[in-house]
């Protein structure tokens, strides 16, 4: 029922920014919480960011000062700031949707974007 489409993704050299949006068809973002995953190659999707419906924010540790995660209710998106980048922040990224609080566990969540690449060169 949720559609969800992640851009911003690209090259960045180690210590630049990239901001990350998704975007929301089928229902609006204000209801429920939100989450960016990434995945390494080979790895396990780990959890990064979420956001609670009314603007609450948690973070993993690896990133937490550096990323910023923001909702913007009228244009049904979540964005993700990301600063200070770093090699190992090199995956892709992948918006999340349909809980209804924040999770660091992806089986929660029941819409899935297709994901950005995000490389961080050194």
């Known amino acids: 029922q949720v559609q969800l489409v992640e851009s911003g993704g690209g090259l960045v050299q180690a210590g630049g920014s990239l901001r990350l949006s998704c975007a929301a068809s089928?229902?609006?973002?204000?209801?429920?919480?939100e989450a960016w995953f990434r995945q390494a190659p080979g790895k396990e999707r780990e959890f990064v960011a979420g956001?609670?419906?009314?603007?609450?924010?948690y973070y993993a540790a690896s990133v937490k000062g550096r990323f910023t995660i923001s909702r913007d209710n009228a244009k049904n998106t979540v964005n993700l700031q990301m600063n200070s980048l770093k090699p190992e922040d090199t995956a892709v990224y992948y918006c999340?949707?349909?809980?209804?609080?924040?999770?660091?566990?992806?089986?929660?969540?029941?819409?899935w974007g297709q994901g950005t690449q995000v490389t961080v060169s050194s």
């Open positions: 956001i609670n419906w009314n603007g609450g924010t």
């Open positions: 089928g229902r609006t973002f204000s209801s429920n919480g």
């Open positions: 999340a949707a349909g809980y209804k609080g924040i999770s660091t566990s992806s089986d929660l969540y029941d819409y």
